[in-house]
């Protein structure tokens, strides 16, 4: 039997409508709406896309953004002049750098300057720590977004043996918090770990996050577990995930697709993390 699909433009909508029902009370409540303030550095046209419908997703959910577009050239104290700006702005609840950011400037010594009350990407040291100490903060939205999927899935996460195939700061390190935090038994995997398919075919959850074009075949995976996909990887033949999509349909029990799947949650959760910031700051 072929997997069941799980769709992630369906969860995301539906996380985007509840967001834009809360954000109408607090504007109600407060007397203002959530401000969401992006910033890009250069004219990188993917990156003008992601900041384009950051903002468009801030509009439906009837959220307030401000836009700061820096020259490509520009120094590296200028920007972080321009986040401390943003960062003492009462006006302001969220605050969200599109990276990557020019070869003059460090990322993290950006992520560094951002506010971690205002951290919506949930990058800064602060939110790190708060989220490997099972303390509550800012989570980065990929993760939550890859949650949230579970939840809506009702796959029980406590006792579940998830794994993880890659350990970037951006997705598996915080996987890795959030999964235990709901009491799962995590193993995370890498290029260096020995017996990649013996060690994933353990997993309840399986988790790909590691940047490698359909690098989890049907060999990889338990019959009946659950398969997220985060892999976003542009091929001569189109976009594709880290997992096989058509192979391991054939031995999962759910599967996200690339595209449709964990993409369309980032920016949902996006939006959950500046209403939260809003409510945090009063």
Known sequence: M?????????????????????????????GRAPTLATVLVGADPASEIYVANKHK????????????????????DRLIGLIEE?????????????LPVPEQIDPDAVTRAIDPAKDVDGLTPTSVGLLASGRPGLVPCTPAGVIELLDHQRVELEGAEAVIVGRSNLVGRPLVSLLLERNATVTVCHSRTRD????????????????VPELIGAGHVKPGA?????????????????????AVSEVAAAITPVP???????????????????????
């Open 57 to 76: 997703a801030c509009e439906e959910a009837g959220m307030r953004s401000v836009h700061h577009s820096l020259p490509d050239d520009s120094p590296q």
């Open 196 to 211: 990649l398919d013996r060690v994933c075919s353990r997993a309840d959850v399986l988790i790909a996050a590691v940047g």
């Open 86 to 98: 943003l960062g003492g702005d009462r006006s302001v609840d969220g605050i969200l750098v599109q």
């Open 226 to 246: 659950t398969v997220i996909d985060v892999g976003m990887n542009r091929t001569a033949d189109g976009l594709k995930g880290d997992v096989d999509f058509a």
């Open 260 to 282: 449709g799947g964990v993409g369309p949650m980032t920016i949902a959760m996006l939006m959950v993390n500046t209403l939260t910031a809003a409510r945090a700051g009063g």
């Open 2 to 30: 072929a997997a069941e699909v799980i769709d992630g433009k369906l969860v995301a909508s539906e996380v985007r409508a509840r967001v834009a029902d809360q954000v109408a009370a607090f504007t109600t409540a407060e």
